[in-house]
């Protein structure tokens, strides 16, 4: 079993939909979690960090569920612009040196 | 935010040569780099970790003679691909952590195109 696995897609949702993805991880001891977005041929960008409480940064939600090991991304309202392959992360250590990709997913918004 | 530079963003050789891909951290200090690839449609594969000051620490089946890692300092780390050859080619990243040793910050890229 992967480290960190994620449905890849493609999802193809019109403007305006709104889209959750799942990303599972095998290591409980995982300490950190993360969001990244990676547009085409470009260096991935840090979306958001996902705590055990929640988090939300405008039309963006992300969800920890430690007990299932899981972690979500939510995006409502759906842009064009957010088209790109959305990457979990995980943490392995406190030291941050030990860090899982997913193999991402990948969006696309339709107009 | 932090800023991570990568040099060059785009290299075409020919079979043979050597390329030496650079990545600075621009705004901190980088005390830990780390350098991957990319096959298209592929996620990130990591294939080594640098420490400033040590050697390179590096993922099962990367080969540490054939990709050469130099972190010199805390704002600059190396990575040099010897006797390139086509199935080198490949989009390399190298990325740094800022002093929380939390987040990930990357460079834009390196496409290397081996011919």
């Known amino acids: 079993r992967k480290e960190v696995e994620q449905d890849p897609g493609p999802f193809n949702v019109p403007e305006g939909a709104t889209v959750a993805f799942n990303c599972t991880y095998s290591?409980?001891?995982?300490?950190?979690f993360f969001w990244y977005r990676q547009d085409c041929r470009k260096e991935p960008k840090l979306l958001m960090s996902?705590?055990?409480s929640g988090n939300e940064d405008g039309r963006f939600t992300a969800q920890l569920n430690r007990a299932s090991q899981y972690i979500s991304l939510l995006i409502r309202d759906s842009k064009l612009s957010d088209s790109a392959t959305y990457l979990c992360v995980v943490g392995l250590d406190n030291y941050g040196q030990n860090f899982v990709f997913g193999p991402g997913t990948r969006l696309s918004v339709l107009p | 935010g932090a800023v991570v530079s990568q040099h060059p963003s785009r290299v075409i050789c020919k079979s043979g040569t050597s390329v030496k891909i650079e990545c600075r951290s621009l705004?901190?200090?980088?005390?830990?780099m780390f350098w991957y690839r990319q096959f298209p449609k592929q996620s990130l594969m990591l294939m080594a970790t640098?420490?400033?000051?040590?050697?390179?620490?590096?993922e099962q089946g990367v080969e540490k003679d054939k990709f050469l890692i130099n972190h010199a300092s805390l704002t600059l780390s190396t990575l040099t691909v010897t006797s390139a050859h086509p199935e080198d080619s490949s989009f390399y990243i190298c990325?740094?952590?800022?002093?929380?040793?939390?987040?990930?910050?990357f460079g834009s890229g390196t496409q290397l195109s081996v011919l």
């Open positions: 990325s740094a952590q800022d002093r929380t040793n939390e987040k990930l910050f």
């Open positions: 640098s420490n400033e000051g040590s050697k390179a620490t590096y």
């Open positions: 705004d901190f200090q980088a005390t830990t």
């Open positions: 290591n409980s001891a995982s300490q950190s």
């Open positions: 996902v705590y055990s």
